[in-house]
């Protein structure tokens, strides 16, 4: 079946304690991307990359890192978290870089206390 | 800097009662220009793409539209099953992505 994952779903954790939410997808998808997405301020792209070892800055890339080693792969990476980046989590991915049929991945809903 | 801007924020719709909702946008070097469907809890998932004025696309009750400056998703004798938040997006000439904050739809029988 073709699909975006993402782990983990849900996260709780403490403010500085570095952490990695995964992205991968199977279908051979050139764009992925993510997003964070908060009431009342919307969907907004954290990096976004365009193919391996191609990454781009988004709306909102402080406080984060993310790297493209593999197609599949786009993992998300916070140094150090802080309580302001609590938030509703997305990765996305599509085929072409402009076609944007995005698939989304079903989301990780982290809190840092 | 890019920007979209989505109204109205929240539609209640009786079933069957047509509608549209408005996407306005500035956008460097437009791309394209998507919409999305977004159910409670879940990812966002596409509907349409849009790449230049006058382009129009239709899915089911759903039909989107572009001029220069903003896009209208029409919504024809809408169902209950429509009820979700639609999402409109465009993609400037640097590949980013840039969301509009919504229109949350609500259809009663």
């Known amino acids: 079946e073709a699909q975006v994952t993402q782990n983990p779903r849900y996260l709780i954790t403490v403010t500085g304690k570095k952490l990695t939410v995964t992205c991968s997808q199977n279908m051979n998808h050139e764009y992925m991307s993510w997003y964070r997405q908060d009431p009342g301020l919307g969907l907004r792209q954290i990096y976004y990359s365009m193919n391996v070892e191609v990454t781009d800055k988004g709306d909102v890339p402080e406080g984060y890192k993310v790297s493209r080693k593999e197609k599949r792969n786009f993992p998300l990476i916070l140094e150090s978290p802080s309580p302001n980046q609590t938030s509703l989590y997305f990765c996305?991915?599509?085929?072409?870089?402009?076609?944007?049929?995005?698939?989304f991945g079903p989301g990780t809903r982290l809190t840092v206390l | 800097e890019d920007q979209v801007t989505q109204s109205p924020e929240a539609l209640r719709l009786q079933e069957g009662e047509s509608s549209s909702l408005n996407c306005s946008y500035t956008?460097?070097?437009?791309?394209?220009l998507f919409w999305y469907r977004q159910d409670p809890g879940k990812g966002p998932e596409f509907l349409f793409t849009l790449y230049s004025a006058g382009e129009e696309k239709e899915k089911e009750r759903l039909k989107a539209t572009l001029t220069k400056k903003e896009s209208f998703l029409h919504i024809t004798a809408p169902k209950p099953e429509d009820s979700a938040t639609y999402l409109c997006a465009v993609q400037n000439s640097g590949y980013a992505l840039n969301f509009g904050k919504g229109t949350s739809l609500l259809v009663t029988p």
């Open positions: 956008v460097s070097g437009l791309r394209g």
């Open positions: 996305a991915s599509s085929f072409g870089t402009t076609d944007n049929e995005q698939f």
